[in-house]
């Protein structure tokens, strides 16, 4: 199976299914001499985890990182440092239970890979839907937790937050707020409205979608044009999160809608009057905050039933069984921030290793 890197200098290789025994990441590329805060590290895992209210499963994961290569302890000192080496990062699996998908073994459940990795590769982990499961974001988050250590030494920092859930959406803006409620959502009033219509949807059987924003600060010059655009590189590590169907910058879909007048990012001595480029132009970072928002799909795994077929193409009706979450969302917003981190930590290095 290829694919399963990302990166061209900080490279992240990531491995393991949802029902093995373990997952983990690769780190390839990691300057040397970093000094690593493992409880940061830990602490972005916890974010992610599953069992902890809200949308999320009742899998009871403690998601606890063990770094098995690529740091040294000098003597004198009270943390580990990056040794210039590759970064071996592992999380075992814990509370996997497997028996739940028994009878999934020959059955395609719908808007999940069941049926296109079984069509591409003639054999499939049934087990939770195995390297298609949500659970590799973990070795994901890992790495994004290093890459976010190296990019605090830049003065860069990337915060995510719920903007949309169920279709309810946030109308003010107070990012103090997104740590006093579930959802991450920078609207208190929003937030509430949100937890009862998981509420609702979830006494449905049913899931929901929504939309999460990325924001960070990034220094301007990164991105390498034609085809390595940073807004390309973005995409292509956001777009690879299996819940995410859909990226958008600044303005966005928006755009579409405005005149060139009206878009177009006025430049003053004082810097640009408007934003509607997300931080972008050309491929290349203009020093703007970078903005963007991901549109994610409601959890596939529904109590309800649904029409599919067998392996033997033969038609029938499954209700899908286990621990699922009514929405990736806010499980999903630490991924979002590592693949963004991952991003941004190569084109530095990038932007460096060219002498730039």
């Known amino acids: 199976m290829a694919g399963n890197t990302f990166g061209r200098v900080f490279r992240v290789t990531t491995w393991g299914e949802s029902h093995g025994t373990a997952i983990g990441a690769v780190i390839d590329g990691c300057p040397p001499g970093i000094a690593l805060d493992l409880e940061r590290i830990q602490g972005e895992m916890a974010r992610r985890r599953p069992g902890q209210g809200g949308a999320s499963s009742p ?22 440092r990056t040794t210039g080496t590759p970064i071996s990062l592992i999380v075992f699996n814990k509370d996997a239970h497997s028996t739940s998908y028994d009878d999934l073994r020959d059955v395609f459940r719908p808007g999940h890979g069941d049926f296109t990795y079984q069509a591409k590769y003639g054999i499939r982990d049934h087990r939770g839907g195995g390297r298609a499961s949500a659970r590799e974001t973990a070795a994901r988050v890992a790495a994004g937790a290093v890459a976010a250590q190296i990019l605090q030494h830049h003065g860069i ?38 937890d009862r219509r998981v509420r609702e949807v979830r ?15 990034c220094p301007p010059g990164l991105g390498e044009p034609v085809f390595d655009k940073l807004e390309a590189d973005l995409a292509h590590g956001l777009m690879s999160i299996g819940a995410v169907k859909g990226v958008e910058f ?49 959890i596939p795994s529904i109590a309800k039933a649904q029409a599919t077929i067998n392996r033997a193409g033969e038609a029938v009706t499954i209700k899908v069984g286990g621990r699922h979450d009514i929405s990736a969302i806010p499980r999903i917003i630490p991924v979002c921030e590592a693949m963004v981190r991952l991003t941004l930590i190569d084109h530095l290095l990038r932007q460096r290793c060219a002498g730039r």
């Open 250 to 298: 600044g303005a966005g879909f928006a755009a579409a809608d405005l005149l060139g007048s009206e878009n177009n990012d006025s430049i003053k001595t004082t810097g640009f009057a408007s934003n509607n480029a997300g931080g972008v132009l050309a491929g290349i970072s203009s020093g703007q905050e970078l903005v963007i928002r991901v549109a994610v799909k409601p």
């Open 157 to 194: 920092e990337v915060v995510a937050c719920t903007i949309a859930l169920g279709g309810i959406r946030i109308s003010r803006r107070e990012m103090a707020a997104i740590h006093d409620n579930l959802y991450c959502c920078p609207d208190p009033e929003a937030a509430e409205r949100m």
């Open 59 to 80: 899998r009871k994961e403690p998601d606890t990182i063990e770094i098995l290569s690529g740091v040294f302890t000098p003597a004198g000192e009270g943390g580990p």
């Open 203 to 217: 006494g449905q059987g049913d899931t929901v979608g929504g939309i999460v924003e990325i924001r960070a600060n």
